[in-house]
């Protein structure tokens, strides 16, 4: 009787403890899909939720693509994709951070859009009992209250500059380039003007002491302008000037007017766009020597036209980006490539990944006459004939274990 008793109370001391004690808290589970978010640091900041491996184990797929706005910060697209008990239950957040954010800043401002994203979620699950809101209320004074004015008219300016120097005992070299650019973007209009200018040298010296020099040196200049002509058209052109020592070119001046539809609105440009772009026009040589047609300067008026198409989906993503470019006079003389990359997630855990680039050329008109030397050649101190150029690469990345994926450890390196 007696061991009857402890048996039926060993018994109903796990549904007692279970039913006062409720269903253990388990997290939102969530796949975080972002090429640009510090995961670490939301894996430290944003612990309400499991961060999961691999998307089949989630409940949610948190798909984030960014685009640079006019004023050179960044607009973030936060597509949440319900999976499993969510199925259907979608949401979608948009944010922009400044181009003076440090990034620090930038991560401080995703953690707290994606808290807020993540927040309505959890809501529904077993940790709801230990969330909370907070609001900060902002400060009230006549600088909030005031219309906003832009002095610059959303006018951005940037300078760049950097440079390289390095040696060794027989081997010295230096470099430098320089940049600016202006731009203005709104709804209806973008204008772009840029220009850069580098040099670089390099000396070598053989065992016999002789030294041989390796010097190259460019500069170009250019504008952008485009007009919106609705949700999938836009018209504009590009002008420009440019030296190359390089490609012989001592001085290139260019026109080329042009159209773009896009089939894909706009709007969704950051997730999936199929856009044709064509534009003709007259381009100006002078080339500083005399070019394998007998050539010191000549006028070239050709066409062109892009085709591209960009993807960035739950399974991955894909581009391919097509071009061909023909001189009118010379239909002979043509340049034509095709370039396409994937990334697809074909099984759990499992994603496979192509590059692959051809081009055909038959439009290399400023070549200089004459064989190259082989300090050129091994140098790389002009361009030299060719008919194609190709590259490709392959490969697969296979994860499997533990679905979970929230700890942070950076002892030793990480």
Same mark, same amino acid.
């Given at each position: 009787m007696? /061991?009857?008793?402890?048996?039926?109370?060993?018994?109903?001391?796990p549904?007692?403890v279970?039913?006062?004690?409720?269903p253990?808290p388990?997290?939102?589970?969530?796949?975080?899909d972002? &090429?640009?978010?510090?995961?670490?640091y939301?894996?430290q900041?944003?612990?309400?939720i499991?961060y999961?491996?691999?998307?089949?184990d989630?409940?949610?797929?948190?798909?984030v693509?960014?685009q640079?706005?006019?004023?050179?910060?960044?607009?973030?697209?936060?597509?949440?994709?319900?999976?499993?008990?969510?199925?259907?239950?979608?949401?979608?957040m948009t944010?922009?951070?400044?181009?003076?954010?440090?990034?620090?800043?930038?991560?401080?401002e995703?953690?707290?859009?994606?808290?807020?994203?993540?927040?309505g979620y959890?809501?529904?699950?077993?940790?709801a009992p230990?969330?909370?809101?907070?609001y900060?209320?902002?400060?009230?004074?006549?600088?909030?209250?005031?219309? $906003?004015?832009?002095?610059?008219?959303k006018?951005?300016?940037r300078?760049?500059?950097?440079?390289?120097?390095?040696?060794?005992?027989?081997?010295?070299?230096?470099?430098?380039r320089?940049?600016?650019?202006?731009s203005?973007?709104?709804?209806n209009?973008?204008?772009?003007?840029s220009g850069?200018?580098?040099?670089s040298?390099?000396?070598?010296?053989l065992?016999s002491?002789?030294?041989?020099?390796?010097?190259?040196?460019?500069?170009?200049?250019?504008?952008?302008?485009?007009?919106?002509?609705?949700p999938?058209?836009s018209?504009g052109?590009r002008?420009?000037?440019?030296?190359?020592?390089y490609?012989n070119i001592?001085?290139?001046?260019y026109?080329y007017?042009?159209?773009?539809?896009?089939?894909?609105p706009? $709007?969704e440009f950051?997730?999936?766009?199929?856009?044709?772009? &064509?534009?003709a026009?007259?381009?100006?040589y002078?080339?500083?020597?005399l070019t394998?047609?007998?050539?010191?300067?000549?006028?070239?008026?050709?066409?062109s036209?892009?085709?591209s198409?960009?993807?960035?989906q739950?399974?991955?993503s894909?581009?391919?980006?097509? /071009?061909?470019?023909q001189?009118l006079?010379?239909?002979?003389?043509?340049?034509?490539?095709?370039?396409?990359?994937?990334?697809?997630?074909?099984?759990?855990g499992?994603?496979?990944?192509?590059?692959g680039? &051809?081009?055909k050329?038959k439009d290399q008109i400023?070549?200089?006459?004459?064989?190259?030397s082989p300090?050129e050649?091994?140098?790389?101190?002009?361009?030299?004939?060719?008919?194609? /150029?190709?590259?490709?690469?392959?490969?697969?990345s296979?994860s499997?274990?533990?679905?979970?994926?929230?700890v942070?450890?950076p002892?030793?390196?990480g």
């Amino acid at each position: 009787m007696l /061991s009857f008793v402890v048996a039926v109370f060993a018994l109903a001391l796990p549904l007692r403890v279970s039913a006062q004690g409720g269903p253990p808290p388990i997290p939102l589970r969530v796949y975080l899909d972002c &090429y640009e978010c510090d995961t670490e640091y939301l894996r430290q900041n944003v612990v309400f939720i499991d961060y999961m491996r691999d998307r089949m184990d989630a409940d949610l797929h948190v798909l984030v693509t960014t685009q640079s706005t006019g004023g050179g910060g960044t607009s973030w697209t936060m597509k949440i994709i319900g999976l499993g008990r969510f199925q259907t239950v979608d949401r979608t957040m948009t944010f922009t951070t400044p181009q003076t954010a440090s990034s620090d800043e930038r991560r401080k401002e995703f953690a707290r859009q994606f808290k807020l994203g993540m927040a309505g979620y959890a809501a529904t699950t077993a940790v709801a009992p230990d969330l909370d809101v907070t609001y900060r209320p902002p400060a009230v004074s006549p600088a909030t209250t005031a219309a $906003k004015t832009d002095p610059w008219n959303k006018w951005v300016f940037r300078l760049n500059g950097s440079g390289n120097f390095n040696g060794e005992q027989l081997t010295k070299s230096h470099s430098y380039r320089f940049s600016q650019s202006a731009s203005r973007v709104t709804d209806n209009w973008k204008i772009n003007i840029s220009g850069s200018k580098s040099d670089s040298k390099t000396i070598y010296t053989l065992s016999s002491g002789e030294k041989i020099t390796s010097k190259s040196e460019s500069w170009n200049a250019g504008a952008v302008i485009v007009k919106s002509l609705g949700p999938h058209f836009s018209a504009g052109g590009r002008t420009g000037a440019s030296h190359s020592s390089y490609s012989n070119i001592d001085r290139s001046v260019y026109f080329y007017p042009g159209v773009e539809i896009d089939f894909f609105p706009y $709007k969704e440009f950051e997730r999936r766009s199929l856009t044709i772009w &064509y534009e003709a026009g007259p381009n100006f040589y002078d080339y500083r020597e005399l070019t394998v047609f007998d050539k010191l300067s000549e006028r070239v008026t050709k066409h062109s036209m892009d085709v591209s198409l960009r993807l960035r989906q739950p399974w991955g993503s894909m581009g391919i980006f097509s /071009s061909f470019a023909q001189q009118l006079r010379h239909p002979d003389r043509y340049s034509a490539s095709v370039f396409g990359d994937a990334s697809v997630r074909l099984f759990k855990g499992f994603s496979f990944n192509v590059f692959g680039q &051809y081009q055909k050329i038959k439009d290399q008109i400023g070549l200089p006459k004459g064989a190259a030397s082989p300090e050129e050649i091994l140098l790389r101190l002009r361009q030299l004939a060719t008919d194609y /150029s190709y590259s490709m690469s392959a490969g697969f990345s296979y994860s499997f274990g533990s679905i979970f994926n929230s700890v942070v450890n950076p002892r030793f390196g990480g």
